[in-house]
């Protein structure tokens, strides 16, 4: 592998590491409501089966791209 390849994957390494420097929040001491009711967690939430869907049919679509090339 080149230098500069190295640099480059050490370089998104420590980039990915620096990502999960930060604590996550703590609940409340007291056990109180931390937010509205029954709002999500996240907004990804909400879409989970429509990207549960597009990831799936997405990796088809690259997948017979890739045996199209080949042949």
């Known amino acids: 592998m080149k230098l500069s390849n190295k640099f480059i ?3 998104f390494s420590l980039m990915h590491f620096s990502m999960y420097a ?15 009711p ?3 967690s996240s ?4 879409y ?4 549960i869907i597009a990831a799936i049919v997405l990796t088809f679509y ?3 791209k890739s045996n199209r ?3």
């Open 9 to 11: 994957l050490l370089a």
């Open 22 to 36: 930060a604590d996550p929040p703590l609940p409340p001491p007291d056990g109180g409501d931390t937010g509205t």
């Open 38 to 40: 029954g709002a999500p």
């Open 43 to 46: 907004p990804i939430d909400l």
């Open 48 to 51: 989970l089966y429509v990207l």
């Open 62 to 64: 690259f997948m017979r």
């Open 69 to 71: 090339q080949i042949a």
